[in-house]
């Protein structure tokens, strides 16, 4: 079974098509990088995953059901089966780290006060945080444990697939590979599938399994990093293959 499926996929905003005829398959366990130069429609296609925004054309499954339609019940089920991470975390900022990893089990799940707390402290030690931590907010906050807070969020709710917008955009490189690390190992201990937009080529060659590349409005190729490198195009060159580009890669 697919995870995700992405079918002749288009969308237009303001008259303008921002991708047409998108075509991904997403298997259980995949951690799929999606890269594109600035621009093209890599936070659009993320958003469109979410249901934040709906298609023009084509449709998007998740494990098999549409992402739209059907009810709202049976939507609400299907957006518990996956957490997304924010690109700058997106935090309630009048709320505590204790009560942004606690709201959406407030919000989707029938829980009493304590399994809650006991849930928010699990969730707060999956990504390497201390209870101490939850009576902190969200200003008080350096920028690598903002990420950690969004992440525990994320995870709330136990989702089976994980979406990632620019995880390490703003963190230094030591909290970047920290927190590249931790994505890495909760995803092979959860059993999740993963997809997340980068420009990050570290992120990506640590990451991914399969990498989606878009450009021209279309999915120019995906598949493995490798195979990626094998294609003769005029964006691919460009991206991977700048010396900058090609001393990351070769190091991972």
């Not at 002749?8 to 075509?23: A, V």
């Not at 201390?130 to 709330?156: D, N, Q, T, Y």
């Not at 620019?166 to 092979?188: A, C, K, M, N, Y």
Request: hydrophobic letters at 45%; a negative charge; glycine letters at 8%.
């Amino acid at each position: 079974m697919s995870v995700i499926s992405i079918r002749d996929l288009s969308f237009r905003y303001e008259g303008e098509w921002i991708c047409r005829g998108i075509n991904i398959e997403v298997e259980r366990g995949d951690m799929v990088a999606l890269v594109g130069g600035s621009g093209c429609g890599k936070t659009t296609l993320l958003q469109l995953l979410i249901g934040l925004l709906t298609p023009t054309e084509g449709e998007i499954l998740l494990f098999d059901e549409p992402l739209f339609g059907g009810g709202e019940v049976r939507e609400r089920a299907l957006r518990r089966r996956f957490g997304v991470l924010f690109q700058h975390g997106a935090l309630f900022s009048a709320l505590s780290v204790y009560d942004n990893i606690a709201f959406p089990l407030r919000e989707l799940r029938r829980l009493d006060v304590g399994l809650i707390h006991d849930l928010v402290m699990l969730k707060l030690s999956m990504v390497e945080l201390l209870p101490r931590h939850a009576l902190m907010m969200p200003a008080e906050l350096s920028g690598g444990m903002a990420k950690r807070v969004a992440l525990a969020r994320a995870l709330a709710l136990e989702p089976e697939l994980l979406l990632l917008d620019e995880p390490t955009s703003g963190l230094d490189p030591d909290r970047s590979d920290s927190f590249v690390h931790l994505i890495r190992t909760l995803g092979r201990e959860l059993g999740l599938t993963v997809v997340f937009v980068t420009h990050d080529l570290e992120s990506m060659a640590e990451l991914a399994t399969r990498v989606a590349v878009l450009a021209e409005q279309r999915i120019l190729a995906i598949g493995s990093v490798e195979e990626i490198l094998g294609l003769d195009h005029p964006f691919i060159r460009n991206f991977f293959f700048s010396e900058r580009s090609q001393r990351i890669l070769k190091a991972h």
